[in-house]
């Protein structure tokens, strides 16, 4: 059955031909074609891939060192041997490599190797973008340096200061070498030596180290990280590193590893940091802090994208411990600081630094001599870059000695150049000051408002270390509603405007205190042979008008079953200054007595206080002229008859509480 199958085909196939005898020549003649076409082809791969094997590749090194030089602007020379392996991704191995930076460089070469060997892409390249997926150097000197302006060496094009000439590496392999870093606007110039450590233990093998500047300070670093640096922003590749670093005052330690070592991104590591403010933190990393006293601190990092979130801080400021959590968020165009923190026991001493207390060592001129508020100049730049929503609370306050503080916590708001501490909640001698503080530092000089609710100091807490006042006993309350302009303390309550009052209730307070301001003599004798006690508080006001910087007194009272003071005079805020005069008016009999008004006087450095000289010594002259006649009538001359009326106190306490309508007018006008 098979032959007669064969035979019919064959007998088809030639009536076929029979027919049709042209049609039979064309596909014959096409087969022919096809055949020598494609044994052509296959030869010629054949050629190609023996001359592309056995082609001498150094002998192109000439034309391409002086299309790249020509090309770039700058010498770029293989100097001893060429190979390429073609394919896809190509790889290029050059055995001694020099490329110049630009003239305006400070470094001679951007890159200098024994030998270096790339892996390239030639899709892009064809594109003018060169893409380097593997680059391998060994003994390499590297110079780095980018202009303000945007001028970089390591842009591959005559416009250096053109990004998409900046070549794309995936993996950045070197074995040994230096690097120099130059950017002028950073303040860097570092130059930093590297080495491969194969029987280094772990994933460690790179040792460096570093110095020079950064941000314009003094800068050392060393440690070790791994060895192939993952450059490429598509690749994620967890770096590990070990840093030791020294910048101007602050001090680095940290250990973890970076997922993206192109955008710095994907970090996750532990560090130590110490320095001697946490203000400098600032001029590293922008990030807007307090002046701080020395301070020693860690924790845990987390960086991802442009949000860094530092978690588990612990430490101490000064004698005071910190921690909590904080999050810096890059992201928008003006960074924001978020977070939480506490202190378990804050030692007041380190808050002066923070309100600026302390000025910055040679910088207090010689009008600030002899003054107590702080004179430290706020940094209005700092409080425009950067915003922030941070709490801070300390639940206990130590060593509080001018105002005896136990606990405090405050909401800081940053927004747009405006600075607001609200609330503020600070307790104070067993009872409470809350309020508001705000800061805008978008005029010139700086303007504040402060608005502070005093409420239930206990008298006998409030001056620990005035012994008479131990069994005082009462509660003082008040308010501070001041506004002002200036850009430190000083300047701003030197300005300011608004109404200050304290005011108390029935209560007890020393006798003898009573009788040394009113200069009693023979009741200070008894007090002293008897022992003191206190006597009944009627009431007690101290309420001022203030009009920038001038505190007048709109009513001064102290009225006890014993004595009723009154009083008057004015506190210059501007220039740190005292006048008051008490007037102690006494309710029962003494002898021994040249009671005359009390004059607080000098600055709030130095206060004085003293009978008032005029007045006592009026008195003192009749007492003369007396005794000259007879001894006995000079005594007379120091017999009290009593005669001080109760005072009303209602009548005081609602005075005291109504400022002047052209002291709050004043308050207002300049908000």
């Known amino acids: 059955m098979m032959n007669r199958s064969v035979s019919q085909s064959a007998s088809w196939l030639l009536q076929g031909t029979r027919n049709h005898p042209s049609r039979m020549n064309t596909s014959l003649l096409q087969s022919v074609i096809v055949r020598k076409w494609l044994a052509g082809f296959a030869a010629l791969l054949v050629a190609c891939a023996l001359l592309i094997y056995f082609f001498p590749w150094d002998a192109l090194r000439g034309p391409i060192n002086r299309h790249v030089s020509d090309q770039l602007g700058r010498r770029f020379e293989i100097t001893r041997h060429l190979s390429v392996h073609l394919g896809r991704t190509t790889t290029v191995v050059a055995d001694g490599v020099e490329f110049a930076n630009p003239k305006w460089a400070s470094e001679p070469y951007l890159v200098k190797a024994s030998a270096a060997e790339f892996d390239i892409k030639l899709l892009p390249l064809l594109f003018g973008k060169i893409e380097l997926s593997r680059l391998v150097l060994n003994e390499a000197e590297l110079g780095l340096q980018i202009e303000p302006d945007g001028r970089r060496t390591w842009a591959l094009s005559r416009d250096t200061s053109d990004e998409t000439a900046v070549p794309d590496i995936g993996v950045l392999l070197v074995d040994q070498g230096t690097v120099k870093y130059r950017a002028v606007a950073q303040g860097a110039n570092v130059t930093a030596e590297f080495s491969v450590v194969q029987e280094s233990a772990g994933s460690l093998p790179l040792n460096f180290k570093a110095r020079g500047t950064w941000k314009n300070e003094p800068f050392t670093a060393e440690g070790r990280s791994g060895g192939a640096l993952q450059l490429s922003k598509s690749t994620e590749a967890p770096f590990p590193f070990e840093v030791n670093a020294v910048a101007g005052g602050t001090g680095l330690k940290a250990t973890g590893s970076i997922a993206h070592l192109a955008e710095f991104s994907g970090i996750d590591a532990t560090f130590d940091l110490h320095g001697k403010n946490l203000q400098d933190l600032y001029k590293f990393l922008g990030i807007v802090l307090p002046s701080t006293p020395p301070y020693k601190l860690r924790g845990k990092l987390d960086r991802h994208g442009k949000v860094s979130a ?149 008298l006998n807490q409030l001056l620990p270390e005035v012994k008479t006042s131990k069994s005082a006993l009462g509660k003082i309350s008040g308010q501070f509603n001041l506004t002002g302009h200036g850009n430190s303390v000083a300047q701003m309550l030197g300005s300011a405007s608004g109404d200050v009052a304290m005011l108390m209730g029935k209560g007890e307070i020393s006798n003898i205190l009573l009788e040394y301001l009113g200069l009693d003599g023979g009741e200070i004798i008894k007090f002293l042979l008897r022992g003191d006690r206190n006597v009944l508080l009627r009431c007690a006001a101290a309420a001022f008008d203030v009009k920038q910087g001038l505190m007048s007194s709109r009513v001064i009272v102290l009225d006890t079953s014993d004595t009723v003071i009154n009083g008057h005079g004015q506190i210059s805020l501007a220039h740190e200054t005292l006048d008051i005069i008490l007037d102690p008016v006494p309710k029962d009999r003494s002898i021994l007595s040249l009671r005359s008004p009390l004059r607080i006087g000098g600055t709030f450095a130095a206060p004085s206080a003293g009978p008032d000289k005029a007045a006592l010594a009026g008195r003192v002259g009749i007492a003369l002229v007396l005794g000259a006649i007879n001894p006995l009538l000079a005594l007379a001359a120091t017999v009290e008859t009593g005669g001080g009326q109760d005072a009303d106190c209602h009548a005081v306490l609602a005075q005291a509480t109504k400022p002047k309508a052209a002291s709050r007018s004043a308050a207002v006008g300049t908000r």
Not at 336 to 346: C, E, H, I, P, Q
Not at 409 to 436: E, F, R, T
């Open 310 to 458: 530092v978690s588990q801080i612990q430490g101490v400021l000064g004698k005071s411990d910190i921690g909590g959590d904080l999050t810096f968020d890059q992201s928008a165009v003006v960074p924001l600081l978020t977070g939480k923190m506490r202190s378990k026991l804050l030692d007041f001493s380190d808050l002066g630094t923070v309100i600026g207390m302390v000025p910055a060592a040679g910088k207090a001129s010689s009008r600030d001599a002899g003054k107590v508020l702080p004179v430290a100049i706020l940094d209005v730049a700092r409080l425009q870059a950067m915003n922030a929503d941070v709490t801070y609370s300390a639940a206990d306050i130590r060593h509080a000695r001018a105002l005896p503080l136990d606990k405090g916590s405050v909401h800081i708001k940053l927004n747009q150049g405006v600075l607001q501490l609200d609330p503020v909640s600070l307790g104070v001698a067993g009872g409470s000051v809350a309020g508001s503080i705000r800061i805008d530092a978008n005029v010139a000089p700086a303007a504040f408002t402060t608005k502070l609710d005093v409420r239930a100091l206990q």
